[in-house]
């Protein structure tokens, strides 16, 4: 059974970058049947799809977020990447990986989510 | 504020059901068949109860089934038990490669 599991710093101070890694066990990303996503959740809020990545390259983000929001798959080490720059503190939130079948179209496996404050 | 509208709690005593809805547009839970609900305990990782409007994956209890009218999305929770208190939220395709959530319910089994 696929697992994914988030990690990066927990406080990143505001304009700087958010860089989180999401590694995954028990299945290959470059198997070619998921898109690996990233999705947050702003605390009291709903949760917000950040964007996806085909292990071909192909990346895909939400539109209020594209031209901040980067994400890169390292095929090697089975993990892929969430970079968000010049962050704000709107830019708090918990953040999960995720993957969504490439025809299935759902999300079937999600790590437990990381929290990422973005302070002074 | 969320794309898909949820009420943020529910709630029924053991062995009612309870529904949940799941509020979007025509351009989204209206317009695909690629609505999915999830189930979350607090400091574990989401687990997908419903996909594609109505199924269900393996393992999942039947106690569990989801329905689609229109833009409204809704899922059931039928002979409540106590280990069903969880948030819920839910999903949909909205196209051109374009995700959206709703805000969570929170459930609670009285």
């Known amino acids: 059974q696929v697992q994914l599991q988030e990690s990066g710093p927990g406080l990143v101070k505001p304009s700087q970058t958010l860089s989180l890694t999401c590694t995954v066990s028990?299945?290959?990303?470059?198997?070619?049947?998921?898109?690996w996503s990233w999705i947050r959740r702003h605390p009291g809020k709903g949760l917000e799809w950040i964007g996806y990545m085909f292990y071909t390259g192909s990346t895909y983000y939400n539109p209020s977020l594209k031209g901040r929001v980067a994400i890169s798959i390292d095929t090697a080490d089975n993990q892929f990447s969430l970079k968000l720059y010049s962050v704000t503190a709107a830019d708090t939130a918990v953040y999960y990986c995720?993957?969504?079948?490439?025809?299935?179209?759902?999300?079937?496996?999600w790590g437990q989510g990381t929290l990422v404050t973005v302070s002074s | 504020q969320s794309a898909l509208t949820q009420p943020p709690s529910a709630s029924g005593s053991p062995g009612q059901s309870v529904t949940i809805p799941c509020n979007g547009t025509?351009?989204?839970?209206?317009?695909?068949?690629?609505v999915s609900w999830f189930q979350h305990h607090p400091g574990k990782a989401p687990k997908l109860i419903i996909y594609e409007v109505t199924k269900r994956p393996s393992g999942v209890p039947d106690r569990f089934s989801g329905s689609k009218s229109d833009n409204t999305a809704s899922l059931t929770v039928s002979g409540l038990q106590t280990e069903d208190e969880a948030d819920y939220f839910c999903s949909s395709y909205a196209g051109d490669n374009n995700w959206v959530f709703g805000g969570g319910t929170e459930l609670t089994v009285l």
């Open positions: 028990g299945g290959s990303i470059n198997s070619g049947d998921y898109y």
């Open positions: 995720a993957r969504v079948g490439f025809s299935d179209y759902h999300f079937d496996s």
């Open positions: 025509s351009s989204d839970v209206g317009g695909y068949n690629h």
